[in-house]
């Protein structure tokens, strides 16, 4: 920095006062993948079809969604039939990675403003790992979302919304989000 | 605000046309090299092909180092070994491949070894794993169909860990693909056909699926006009030099294409039967392109639609009312199909490959949702639209 122009030095520090960039998109990108790895820990008990996609994952198989700046991740490790979430640092180098090449990208599809596949259409999203078992957490993330989601949000997150009764939508995931303060009341956050 | 957005990327300088093998050695100066590596298969060298490129090298005042010609069908990890040890022990400084997809993914694996230093391919492996250029390398593809002139990935079998393994980087593409009609003129009509139509298949899902952007849609467009345009008269008359360089031009515009909106639901299901059936990538995909426009005409009916014009001309496209236009470009696509089935037997359907079992259609719809290039459909894949697809293709 100290061989930087005069110029560009007083820049930075300008920028420096205006505290992190990205700020609120930071929070909240870190707040919404730590909720959805909780929520496919807990929708990997509770549902059936993610409990299917979760059993044919290989043995050993571990998964992270982060921010190639490595400001926010959320990592899961797969257990028999079930995904349970574990901080980062315990999975340094997943098996499978979905990669945002930045922060305003991961806001850009975590508050439903861009879907799954046209993030990656966008290359806003790189894939890191076999495709068969990236097709498989493809498949349970957007379950997942089409349970827990409203309607009118979910169809801005999926490419298509399946087709669940309101009772059966209802009804997986209360016991979803149920599962979800079970699992946090029995052991803090990681 | 808008959020359009899309990234686009191809640095592959193209030699084409009449005498371009001629200017391979003016290519290999100007990048400093003066002994490249031959790589071929033996198909390739019986043909004749090769001597035809060391002919046209050599009058234009260069020199070429061995050639490696054990190149097996289905790229391997010992061919890529047994190539760069050729390449380090005779002092090479270049690569020339000389043959169809499989020799261009090992000339492109074999580079990084060139390069690297004989050291395990596998740690380069995925996505954008290499960090630095690689050798000089130009590609002179022998047949018009897969665009591997054009694309960033090489995928080798690896016997030993039992896998098909991919390498992705800008840096595996060639610096130079020189495209010349006498590569393409002895080519059998049937992979004529399968090719041409493995290219349209290129374009038409470059064009349809999620990636698509204003310069794709660009090539897209002129691969589709040359394929409808030259696919026909090529089968007649093989050795129509003008249709062969068009296709060849295809092919590798479709390439760059789909290098930059990748493929999908035909794709998906064309993998699968050709890893389970062996059928033939051009001509799985021939059959399998017509239906899955049509279920995926809910997403992409107005793109499926402009490409009628691409396909049949401005003429028919202005007498078809817009409503109509997509179900007729379909239409086109089946008859061109039928056209190619009559002149060499290109099969149409699954049972016409004769190696698809009806009972398996269930499976193949299983495994095609693990491939990939599912995401990039613009219509979403499950099992029962799959399963739909597979059997309108039978």
Redesign the interface.
Known sequence: MNDAPVSTRARLVVLEKRGPPFAFQRFYVRFMLWLIGRLLQAASVVDDEIRREVGNLPAGFTFSMRVRSGSAALTLTKHGDRLRAVPAAAVPHPVLSFDFKHIAHAFLVLSFQESTPRALANDRLSVDGEYPSAMKMLRALNRMQALVLPRFVAVRALKACPRISLAEKIGLASRIYGRLIVELLKRPAA | MT?H???FSCPVKMVAGFRALEHISFELDTRGASRPLIVSDKGVVGAGLVDTVLAAIATGGGQVGPIFDDVPPDSSMEAVRAGAARYLDSGCDAIIAVGGGSVMDTAKALNILATEGGVDLRQFA???NLKRPLKPFIAIPTTAGTGSEVTAISVIKDREEGVKTFYCSPFLLPDVAVLDPRMTLKLPPMITAATAMDALTHAVEAYT???RNPMSDAYAEAAVRRISQWLVPVLLRPDEAEGRLALAEAAAMAGIAFSN??VGLVHALAHTIGAMYGVHHGAANSIFLPFVLEFNLPGSRQEIGALLLSLAGPEVYAATPASRRAEEAIDRIMALKDKAHELCGLPRTLAETGSVPREDLPRIARTA????T???NP??V?YEGALRVLERAW
């Open positions: 959020k957005y899309f990234e995925g996505y954008n699926c999620l990636a909106s990748p949702l693990d491939d990939g599912v995401v990039m219509v979403d499950t």
